[in-house]
């Protein structure tokens, strides 16, 4: 404008001062020329936005692409906000909250994030089943972006595929045109009697045109039938050519629910030469749904390739009966049916049968009477299931394990609460008959068989992961090596050890005392398997997550492990007992010769320690335990270095004088320890539970040292201390229980506490008070 402006104000002064139109016309061309140099000169010297496009991203169109999934599907960024969502994750998962908090449990919450830090580690993970409200999901999580910087999180309910839907997909497919160019006319019809969807030459027929579209109307508005029950389509008038209908049930909800209708030409010779049976087997051959027809006699007519995998007929040699398929208490009602839908009204249903090859899973039969087909009266149905099937066994097992778990970690609390009192009734006993003493070897023969089953709450404690460990950074040839001499001994001269170490195997973090037990227990019962002799082998080599990815294994994470493989050449295990050797006091030794605990141990101990065992055997070629560790990435720290050997604590500085308040509900326990604090000199007060701890305080008493228990009615021990610490400053406090400090120290969730596990010594209770009171 600026430019212009001048140009007119040049223009009018020429004009005054000359005159002259030729000179107006010159000077205007000349100053039009350089406010358009000048305008294009100041283009090019404009700065360039040298960061590009800085706009946020366009969510929207995340949105709409999302929201053509049919699974729930989220997008979070790394601080773990919900960015994008579709309509179902808002429904499946109400909240709008990210994953993994989307009102899960504990266990499922987990799970996820774990494949959380895979994906952002690896660029994806998946989980097989989570629940929620009874239903269970898949959960498949990548990450995304330009600069990798979301996570793109698919949950995909995990059920069985609908056969209506199914067949409604079929024959508006491939396999509908397949139909119609044989001469077969197809269509899906739903409960409601309208149409779902068509092949191209049943619209033809009924609506004048392949293309036509008929879904949502009526079916029987698009059939009629006369007098005698001959069928013919309503659009072809008086001159119409009479079809004949086969009605295929998809449902077990009787004749009037949801089906396939196939319609072929009726030229009365159908019935005679068996033209229209061999339609509909070359239709049956071309479903993947497992189908079958059956005359009226119960005899095998056809059976398609589906039908024969589920059946278990691996040779195509068809019995004569649908019985001869199931086990033998199932014959008789397999044969009942069928006799029952072969005459009379047509019917459809369902009855649960177990098949010879699967004796222990019952599957549904579906069975559906049949008109107007010659010999076939009857059509039946097998759906394969056995991925739905596996996915339960697993969940299932999982499950139980757990449950099993939580079983064997209550039991070894309170057995350790037993057996504390056994203990230090004995040491208390021990120190009035010294040795040589006639009540000693007694004495002593209680205390050690007291320990002996210490030892078994240990492996309880271990299997269901409720144990104490001491991890440290070790590798597994120097584990192997250090208990390989032991290991010699316990196999005899019959077993031969032999021991191989791959080169490059990572470091890792495990405990090393319960890892030479893992090696251990899979020595001994290689050994026992082997009662004959044999060889025992023990392998360490490294896994990269290429061995992993070419495993193809749906439990073992992609990632860097360490390999610890045992194997002998003993009897094997028989591939009914393989899924059951890792369950407690499970053992198919003779009686008298294991407690069952070897095994369930092991699993304990690797699970606990981060790593995955599995176990491959074949009777009488032998036994495979593989033990994945994964492999540390870091420096080893100052608190995970070897620990120094703990030096007992003489006699004579075992002795005090503080004033300790003890506080246990068990009465057995509360009185060995008060004895024996009380016999190192200490003053003891006992209180039965956290609210009478309490008291002791609001009634004015102080004391050097409270040593609670963890787990106790009315107020546990870990309430009572944070009560006390909010009121009367820094207490010290010595927490005592038979479960494990790593699993109690979660939810105790207080600084400069010690920690006694039960079952303990006098001696050890006295170190311990000792210590506590040091610090």
């Not at 430019?3 to 005159?19: E, H, Y």
């Not at 698919?154 to 079929?170: G, H, K, M, N, W």
Request: charged fraction near 25%; proline fraction near 4%.
């Amino acid at each position: 404008m600026i430019i212009a402006a001048a140009v007119a104000l040049s223009l009018l002064l020429v004009w005054l001062v000359t005159g002259e139109a030729i000179l107006l016309v010159v000077t205007a061309a000349g100053l039009i020329g350089l406010g358009g140099f000048l305008f294009v000169a100041a283009r090019l010297q404009r700065p360039v936005d040298a960061s590009g496009d800085t706009s946020p991203p366009d969510w929207s169109v995340a949105y709409s692409a999302i929201e053509l999934d049919r699974a729930a599907v989220a997008i979070s960024d790394r601080a773990g906000r919900l960015l994008c969502a579709n309509g179902r994750f808002n429904l499946w998962f109400e909240g709008l909250q990210a994953p993994p908090d989307i009102g899960l449990s504990e266990s499922d919450r987990e799970l996820l994030l774990k494949a959380g830090r895979s994906a952002w580690r690896d660029g994806r993970a998946s989980v097989d089943a989570i629940s929620k409200r009874a239903i269970t999901y898949r959960v498949d999580v990548q990450r995304t972006g330009a600069a990798d910087e979301y996570l793109l999180w698919r949950f995909a309910q995990v059920e069985s595929i609908s056969t209506e839907a199914l067949a409604i997909d079929l024959v508006a497919g491939k396999v509908g045109r397949a139909l119609a160019q044989a001469g077969v006319m197809a269509v899906t019809v739903g409960p409601e009697g309208r149409v779902r969807s068509s092949n191209a030459a049943f619209a033809l027929r009924a609506a004048g045109s392949e293309t036509a579209n008929i879904a949502n109307r009526d079916c029987a508005a698009l059939l009629r039938m006369d007098e005698k029950g001959t069928v013919y389509f309503a659009r072809e008038g008086r001159h119409a050519s009479p079809i004949r209908l086969l009605h295929v049930p998809l449902s077990a909800d009787g004749p009037d629910g949801a089906a396939i209708l196939l319609a072929l030409d009726d030229d009365g010779r159908a019935a005679q030469d068996g033209a229209g049976h061999m339609h509909v087997e070359q239709l049956l051959s071309n479903l993947p749904l497992g189908l079958a027809l059956v005359d009226r006699d119960g005899r095998f007519l056809f059976a398609n390739d589906a039908f024969l995998r589920v059946a278990g007929v691996h040779d195509g040699k068809l019995p004569s009966y649908p019985g001869d398929l199931v086990v033998a208490e199932d014959k008789a009602a397999v044969s009942d049916t069928i006799r029952r839908y072969a005459g009379g009204q047509s019917m459809s249903g369902d009855i649960a049968v177990r098949l010879i090859d699967q004796p222990d899973e019952a599957i549904a039969l579906s069975i559906a009477g049949l008109r107007g087909l010659g010999n076939a009266a009857v059509l039946l149905g097998l759906k394969d299931n056995s991925e739905e099937v596996k996915l339960k066994r697993q969940v299932a097992q999982a499950t139980k394990m757990q449950a099993v778990g939580q079983l064997a970690g209550g039991v070894a609390h309170d057995f350790n609460n037993i057996l504390t009192a056994i203990i230090g009734y004995c040491d208390l006993m021990l120190l009035r008959h010294p040795p040589g003493d006639s009540d000693y070897d007694d004495i002593q023969q209680i205390k050690n068989n007291s320990n002996r089953a210490a030892s078994l709450t240990r492996q309880l404690l271990a299997f269901s992961r409720q144990q104490t460990l001491r991890p440290q950074i070790l590798q597994l040839p120097d584990v192997v090596a250090e208990v390989s001499h032991l290991l010699k001994r316990l196999l005899g001269e019959g077993v031969q050890l032999e021991v191989n170490h791959s080169r490059g195997i990572g470091a890792v973090r495990a405990d090393p005392g319960q890892l030479e037990q893992v090696i251990i227990n899979l020595g001994v019962n290689a050994r026992d398997a082997m009662p004959n002799g044999g060889t025992l082998r023990i392998e360490t080599k490294p896994v990269s997550p290429a061995d992993v990815r070419a495993m193809r294994s749906e439990i073992l994470p992609i990632g860097e492990y360490a390999l610890l493989s045992v194997s002998d050449t003993g009897t094997g295990i028989p591939r009914d007992h393989i899924g059951k050797i890792f369950e407690p006091f499970f053992t198919t030794k003779e009686v008298g010769k294991g407690t069952g605990l070897g095994l369930s141990t092991v699993y304990g101990i690797v699970k606990q320690s981060g790593g995955f065992i599995f176990a491959d055997s074949e009777v009488g070629k032998g036994t495979r335990f593989d033990v994945y560790l994964p492999t540390h990435v870091g420096d080893v720290s100052a608190g995970e270095a070897k620990a120094e050997p703990v030096k007992e604590t003489p006699e004579e500085e075992m002795w005090g004088n503080a004033n300790i308040l003890l506080v246990e509900d068990e009465d057995m326990v509360r009185a060995v320890a008060e004895r024996a604090l009380v016999r190192q000199g200490y003053t003891v007060e006992t209180a039965r539970d956290g609210e009478e701890g309490l008291q002791h305080f609001a009634d004015g008493k102080r004391y050097d040292l409270i040593i609670s228990d963890v787990v106790m009615p009315n107020m546990d021990g870990p309430s009572m201390a944070r009560k006390l610490r909010a009121d009367y400053g820094d207490v010290r406090i010595l927490f005592m229980s038979g479960y494990a400090e790593e699993q109690l120290r979660q939810s105790i969730n207080l600084d400069n506490v010690h920690f006694l596990p039960k079952p303990f010594s006098v001696q050890q209770i006295a170190e311990a008070v000792k210590n506590a009171l040091k610090n």
